[in-house]
């Protein structure tokens, strides 16, 4: 089945400063690669997400890349602001459903 | 156009008792994916329904849970003799087609087994 490995598991910026979080993937047959961001207590919020036969997507101060050579996708932020501390979550279609990533606590400091 | 509902949010059983958690997908969602996460954990796959059908339950223990999704109301997860091992927030999310269609996720319900 999909294996996702994200890093880091923790990550901490100022204010203003850009956030970067990487995930691989194992299937090559995955084709759709969402990104949830979940606060303390509540749902999984999508935020962005990419399909295979796109290299790169922009929303606002949110990006993400795809290397399906590779198998690797990573999301940016810039500008970080306070309340984009969350957790952050990869995931990956494999055959049926989602695999997710294991997870990125992101706290921006003030 | 209401999101994905899920109920109860809180639910509280003994060691033993069984549990019952529903999902309302969004409207004119078919899909319907439960998910399970143990604290300060990712979220783990269980099971993948459609209405009347269960697609993939790859993710699902094989003793003691079961899922459904009829052709009217709800989907529901089903937890039997449930152990304090089972404790954790079981979301459902839904999607408007299988495979490679983004998934909106409900509140979740957080399950405390004492």
């Known amino acids: 089945g999909e294996n996702v490995e994200q890093h880091p598991s923790t990550l901490s910026v100022q204010e203003g400063d850009s956030a970067v979080i990487k995930c691989t993937y194992s299937?090559?047959?995955?084709?759709?690669f969402p990104w949830y961001k979940q606060e303390l207590g509540k749902r999984p919020q999508l935020i962005i997400d990419i399909r295979s036969n796109v290299g790169e997507k922009k929303d606002q101060r949110i990006a993400v890349t795809l290397n399906k050579t590779a198998k690797h996708f990573s999301l940016h932020i810039t500008e970080t602001q306070p309340e984009d501390s969350a957790v952050y979550f990869c995931a990956a279609t494999g055959r049926r459903a989602l695999t997710f990533g294991s997870g990125t606590r992101l706290q921006v400091q003030p | 156009n209401a999101g994905v509902m899920q109920n109860p949010r809180h639910l509280v059983r003994r060691r033993g008792q069984e549990a019952r958690l529903r999902c309302s997908p969004m409207k004119g969602h078919s899909h319907v994916y439960w998910y399970r996460q143990l604290p300060e954990e990712g979220l783990k796959f269980m099971v993948y329904l459609q209405k009347e059908n269960i697609i993939d339950e790859s993710g699902m223990p094989k003793e003691r849970f079961s899922a459904e999704f009829p052709k009217e109301g709800p989907s529901i997860l089903r937890i039997q003799q449930v152990v304090r091992g089972d404790s954790a927030a079981y979301f459902c999310a839904s999607s408007p087609s299988g495979q490679g269609h983004e998934q909106y996720f409900g509140p979740g319900t957080r399950l405390t087994v004492t």
């Open positions: 299937d090559s047959a995955s084709n759709y």
